[in-house]
């Protein structure tokens, strides 16, 4: 198998865990992210508080169960240095499946979210923001669920 082939296959397998994120902590965490930063008011002081709800969530949701896997991968190296199989290419489908999963179901769906929560005239800004960050979390859950 050659070099560009392998990092195909790393990079399919890292996408393809990158969308099996937990949707019950995604839409809940993406959901308060959105809220905090979902109003035209909203002071600068709330995307750091955002940012850190963000990460709480995907440590909890997503994260460990990462890092666990990275734990296990890292206490086979020897075997995969005996057999001489390069040790790259798992490395690169756990980084690929840790900052996939965190953009795709906690960070975008934020930002959408809170795009659409400044654009509200009438004080529920964040309200609207934490419907819309919630609805696309499971949206795309569902999507990919039903993809197979």
């Known amino acids: 198998m050659t070099e560009a082939a392998t990092a195909l296959s790393a990079l399919r397998e890292g996408a393809l865990l990158a969308v099996q994120y937990n949707p019950l902590f995604a839409a809940v965490t993406a959901a308060l992210a959105a809220a905090l930063m979902g109003f035209?008011?909203?002071k600068?002081?709330?995307r750091e508080w955002a940012a850190v709800a963000l990460a709480a969530g995907w440590?909890?949701?997503d994260g460990l169960r990462i890092l666990a896997r990275a734990r296990d991968y890292y206490d086979g190296i020897a075997a995969f240095r005996a057999a001489?199989?390069?040790l790259?290419?798992?490395w690169m489908t756990l980084a690929l499946w840790a900052l996939g999963s965190l953009a795709l179901g906690y960070v975008l769906?934020?930002?959408?979210g809170a795009s659409v929560g400044r654009r509200v005239t009438h004080g529920?800004?964040?309200?609207?923001?934490?419907a819309v960050a919630s609805a696309l979390t499971l949206?795309?859950?569902a999507g990919v669920g039903a993809l197979g």
């Open 40 to 42: 035209p008011k909203a």
């Open 44 to 46: 600068r002081e709330r």
């Open 59 to 61: 440590i909890i949701g």
């Open 84 to 86: 001489g199989t390069p």
């Open 88 to 90: 790259w290419p798992g």
């Open 109 to 112: 769906p934020a930002l959408v």
């Open 124 to 130: 529920t800004g964040w309200l609207a923001a934490a």
């Open 139 to 141: 949206a795309v859950s």
